[in-house]
Each structure stands twice: as C-alpha cells, then as structure tokens.
C-alpha cells in the first residue's frame, strides 16, 4: 500500500498556486487538523489487511512543514498504530518541504523518525519572478536546506521548478538551473505554470501581460531539457528528470515506472489512500476523493464516519484506457500486441476514433507508428499530454462549449 496525507496550510499564498490549501499563521488550527487526521486513520485502518505493508508514505500540501517536526512524529505514530508501515530500507517515507520554514535541525529529525525521500518548491530564484509569484525565497535558504538532507544521509532530493511565470526570461531560469545543479538534486520537476484565475483565486493578482506566450513557454522547457540533459539527468517524461542511477530511471528502464496524480513513482503495484482534506484514493478499481473544503472534511469526522466525497468504480474500458495512457507517460510508446493480449481487444478497432485524431501528430512528427509499436518522437516528448488526450473518452465527449476551460492548457 500506498499512503498521502495531505496538509493543506500555508503561512502566505504563492500567486501561481492551485493546490487545495488554507493560508493562516495560527499554530492551532494545524493541531486541531491532526486530531482530525489521526480519527481518520483509525476509522480506515480496520478496513485493510494488517498484514499489508505500507512502502510508501508521502506527505503533501500545502506546505507539510508548516507542522513542527514533533507533530509530524505523532502522525507517523498514529500511522503505525493502524497500518503496518514497512521498516525496510527501500521504502519511500517522502515530505514536500518549503526552505523557507526549515529551522535548524528540522531535517535530522524528519530523518530520525523515518523521511527518506524530500521534494523542496523553488520554482525560480529570479527576484523579479519571486516579487510578482508573492514568494521571495533566497538562494542560501534552499542550498542549506539541500545540504542538511545530504548530512542526514535522504536517499532522494527533489527539487520542483516552474517555467511559464510571470517575468520570468530564459536567462533567469538558467541562471535557476545553473544554481541547483552546483549541488545535484536526484530529481528535478519542471512544471508548466497553468493560468486559471477563474478557477484559483490567488492567481487573480497575477497581470497575464507578464506572463510568456506558448512559445516562450516551450523556449523555457527546451532550455531546462537541454541544461539538464548535459549534466547527466534523463528526461522521465511529463516534467520530471532524474540522475541515471535514481530508481526512477532504473524504472523506466525496466518497464516498471508509474505515474499517479501525485507523479511518477516505483510503485506501480500499490493501492493508494488519501487521507486529509481533497485527498485522492485509487484501490483496486475505484477513485474516491475527500472533500474539497475543509468544513466539510471536518463536519464528516466530527460525525464519527468517513469523509468520503465522491467516487467512482472504473469500467472495463476505463482500464484498458489507463494502461495506454500509463505506456504513453511512462514508456513513451505503446505495444500494440501486448495490449491486445493483455485485455483480449483488436486495438485497430477497438481505437479507431484515437486513432483517427492521432493522424495529426503523426504528421507533425510528434508520434510514430511502425509495426506494433505507437511511439512518441523526441520532439513529441514536449507535448506527451496531447497524446495521451487522444485516447481519453472522456475528454473526448466532453461539451466544450464553456467559455471558461475547465482544464489547463497542454503549453
């Protein structure tokens, strides 16, 4: 099994954010949240098998670190009370943790009660960018934070940059890259910032004349490609990067590397449960999802049940459409033949229609179709979402007709 726990508070808001969370400074409410996270844990305990190992544990936000170290040793605690979370040393105990909020000695403490694995937000260091995003961050910060996590022997660092912010200039976001590659992050996350003030308030403060065009945007990711490439990371697909010997690569390598909504991940056997506030679960074949709103979350446990939103049961179709996808994000390719052996389907025309709006991109040069194998070029890996689109029913029979999209744009 696999474990989220989402903490949803944040002492300021980042601009670009669209994350579920609660800006507030009051220590209190984060108390008050964990007494209702741990009545969350021992009501979905029970519902599992005891014997099931837990080998993975990941923290998010929000902003994790917003809890004392000490408040984070209590969830664990209450975790291990009602699961049996792994002591093995390939086990992934991973935290997203804001620099500016790591005091000295946070990070031995985190390691001293299991965390192995860290993702630290960076997103850019240009203070022009950092002024209008609302989130000033120094170099020094972030450098110290890295170094404390190789003291205390983390098998993994991570750090999350952003291209597409407002102000932001290749020449900045190099010098960003330039920075961290001094001290070697394992992983990077280079995500394409999605502006939708209609759908994230705080991204209202944002003036859209400073923010890059589509091409500039792809002009941002090819610099970090290229940078990245030459310092020896792989390009892992959608956003990510990792140094060769990271057991993401090993993964892909092997066929074994998996992408859930929180990102890629070894751990493509697991069930996953959410937990907290919007948490999103995926066990067997169903997707369920807590409440959004932290209200709602809180009148649910406080009710002594669940706080289960809503759910859905996957279809036959659903599955045979997530593997193709998973192929796609994770491999790069499809393998026609093993596809139609593993779900009994004549691919040709089980995806005609897919098919059909593929052509496109195969004539842009983006996909390639030999034999039985749909591959994606290495000028397609840019754009791996819109070709994962083609095959998404739902996307696909959608009304469009909103003015307001309801999903990011692709670049």
Known sequence: ????????????????????????????????????????????????????????????????????????????????????????????????????????????????????????????????????????????????????????????????????????????????????????????????????????????????????????KLQLLQLAIEKLAAAGYRYIGMDHFALPEDELSRAQENGKLHRNFMGYTTHADCDLLGLGVSAISHVGRSFSQNPRDLRDWEAALDAGRLPVWRGMELSEDDEVRADIIQQLMCLGRIDIGATERRHGIDFLSYFGDALHRLHPLVSDGLVAIVGNVISVTPRGRLLVRAVAMCFDRYLNTMDHSSEQPRFSKVV
Do not use: W
């Open 1 to 216: 099994m696999s474990l989220y726990l989402h903490i949803p508070f944040c002492q300021s808001p980042c601009f670009y954010c669209g994350c579920n969370r609660v800006i507030t400074r009051d220590q209190a409410k984060g108390a008050a949240y964990l007494q209702r996270l741990e009545r969350e844990i021992a009501l979905l305990g029970p519902l599992f098998d005891q014997h099931r190992e837990v080998v993975q544990v990941h923290l998010g936000g929000g902003t994790p670190n917003f809890l004392r170290p000490e408040q984070i040793e209590d969830v664990l605690a209450a975790l291990r009370t009602h699961f049996n979370l792994s002591d093995d040393p390939g086990r992934d105990f991973s935290i997203e943790l804001d620099p500016r909020f790591v005091a000295v000695g946070d990070i031995g403490h985190l390691a001293r009660i299991g965390f192995n694995r860290v993702s630290f937000g960076v997103q850019d260091f240009a203070p022009e960018v950092q002024g209008a995003i609302n989130r000033v961050q120094s170099i020094e910060q972030t450098l110290s934070a890295i170094s404390d996590c190789r003291k205390h022997q983390f098998r993994s660092v991570n750090v999350d940059l952003i291209y597409g912010l407002p102000r932001q200039t290749p020449r900045g976001f190099a010098q960003t890259l330039d920075t961290l590659l001094t001290v070697r992050p394992d992983r990077f996350a280079v995500y394409g910032y999605a502006h939708m003030p209609h759908l994230f308030k705080a991204q209202r403060r944002i003036d859209g004349k400073d923010l890059p065009d589509a091409a500039a």
